[in-house]
Nanobody
């Protein structure tokens, strides 16, 4: 069982920046991919970004491409999400998720990820 703990988040004015961290522990050798999802009140959970654990390929949703950057620190079993130029519509609870499945081109569906963190609130005020 992989255990994920998010850090960071908080309140920032629109146009500002925040950084999120996702620390993995226990059985981290299983992880093939880590992703960030977010869920705003009354909306479905949506894909934000993902990174392949070993070779570092990255994937982004169109809504955050060019503003968010996902990266990994393998030695620390941590994945970071740097969020710049935040908009009010980025406001949501952000979840870290990990997959131990074989890698393929599918990255955006929640069912592909078996391990989830508890979530952290990000609020961008207008």
């Amino acid at each position: 069982q992989v255990h994920l703990v998010e850090s960071g988040g908080g309140l920032v004015q629109a146009g500002g920046s925040l950084s999120l961290g996702c620390a993995a522990s226990e059985h981290t050798f299983r992880i093939n991919r880590v992703a960030w999802f977010r869920q705003a009140p009354g909306k479905e959970r949506e894909f934000v970004a993902a990174i392949n654990w070993s070779e570092g390929s990255t994937y982004y949703s169109d809504s955050v491409k060019g503003r968010f950057t996902i990266s990994r620190r393998n030695a620390e079993n941590t994945v970071d999400l740097q969020m710049n130029s935040l908009k009010p519509e980025d406001t949501a609870v952000y979840y870290c998720a990990a997959s131990d499945r074989a890698l393929d081109s599918s990255v955006t569906s929640t069912y592909l990820y078996d391990y989830w963190g508890q979530g952290t609130q990000v609020t961008a005020s207008s």
